[in-house]
């Protein structure tokens, strides 16, 4: 059984994947468009807001070297 810390490190895994995958396709999405694809699509149990979406997407890119998500006005694109 899994602790909740546990579980919740797997949910922000998942979603940054998710993006990821996501900004290989379309290049660029504001935290709107990513919490709508993945909230419509079923991806993870309950829902995920814009905010959320930002703030893992923000954490990523400020403790990682090189930084995989970047961020312009609220676009987020990936870093490569």
């Known amino acids: ?18 993006v990821h995958t ?10 709107k468009e990513l919490a709508l694809f993945i909230n ?3 991806l993870l149990q309950g829902t995920v807001t814009k ?9 990523a ?3 990682c070297y090189p930084k995989r ?3 312009v006005n609220g676009v ?4 490569v």
């Open 1 to 18: 059984m899994t602790s909740i810390s546990e579980r919740n490190l797997n949910r922000r895994e998942i979603i940054k994947a998710v």
């Open 69 to 71: 998500f970047k961020s």
């Open 76 to 79: 987020w694109r990936l870093n």
């Open 51 to 59: 905010e959320y979406i930002s703030n893992i997407l923000g954490r």
């Open 40 to 42: 419509e699509n079923s």
């Open 22 to 31: 996501y900004l290989k396709l379309n290049q660029r999405a504001t935290a």
């Open 61 to 63: 890119t400020f403790k």
